[in-house]
């Protein structure tokens, strides 16, 4: 599924993000989480249903660190 959403520029981003919250898995469940979210109308998220803006605002909002997956992280 994410083969579609994510682009061969933003690898290295991802890269990154997983190495910063503690590998894929981790990473893979908050943008889930935050998605999960947005789609359901939670959250900052201006109304879209384009799956690519909010994959890109969601790894911004985890790149600010504003996304935990709980409170005792890693």
């Known amino acids: ?3 579609s959403v994510i682009r061969d520029s933003q690898v290295h981003r991802i890269e ?3 190495a910063k919250e503690g590998g894929y898995f981790r990473l893979t469940s908050l943008i889930q989480k935050r998605l999960r979210e947005a789609i359901r109308g939670g959250g900052a998220f201006a109304p879209t249903q384009n799956m690519n ?3 890109e605002l969601t790894l911004d909002e985890i790149e600010k660190g ?3 997956l709980d409170a005792q992280k890693k």
């Open 53 to 55: 803006t909010l994959f």
């Open 66 to 68: 504003l996304l935990e």
């Open 16 to 18: 990154e993000l997983a």
């Open 1 to 3: 599924m994410f083969k």
